[in-house]
């Protein structure tokens, strides 16, 4: 049985989860909650890869090579793109390949700017508020969908 290939995508900051504001982000580290990921992902049946970047055009250009690889799914947390950038929501719109978007903290409850996802809305949905079980969620969205 071939396992479905899903694309962990990280955003701007997260290489810092740990360091950057713990109170809020959690104490983990990017590369503990990417092992998690990876024991949870064989649960499922999944084989996960991981990217991460604090450039915009770093990301598209990821997104887009998920899209030549013939990736099943993507999990992405686009951190601060995600209320702004146009070129993102185009570029993971443009792939057609399942998406959820995550977030560690829930950006409905933290400053006005962030309540607004553009991104979103080209995604199969949006989790957040439950950490980097968040990721997990997807994950397991992802498979059910997948099967």
């Given at each position: 049985m071939n396992k479905k290939a899903i694309a962990i995508i990280n955003g701007p900051n997260l290489n810092f989860l740990g360091i950057r504001e713990p109170g809020l982000y959690g104490a983990e580290s990017l590369e503990?909650?990417?092992?998690?990921?990876?024991?949870?992902?064989?649960?499922?049946?999944?084989?996960?890869?991981?990217?991460?970047?604090?450039h915009e055009g770093v990301l598209l250009d990821y997104i887009q090579?998920?899209?030549?690889?013939?990736?099943?799914?993507?999990?992405?947390?686009?951190?601060a793109f995600t209320h702004y950038s146009y070129a993102l929501r185009d570029a993971i719109a443009s792939v057609n390949i399942p998406c959820i978007e995550v977030h560690l903290s829930n950006i409905h409850s933290r400053e006005e700017f962030r309540h607004k996802s553009v991104t979103a809305p080209v995604c199969l949905g949006q989790i957040c508020g439950f950490g980097s079980f968040g990721y997990v969620l997807a994950l397991e969205v992802?498979?059910?969908?997948l099967k």
């Open positions: 503990v909650i990417n092992a998690q990921i990876t024991n949870d992902a064989e649960k499922y049946g999944l084989q996960v890869s991981f990217f991460q970047s604090n090579q998920c899209y030549h690889d013939s990736v099943d799914g993507l999990i992405i947390n686009p951190g992802l498979a059910r969908k």
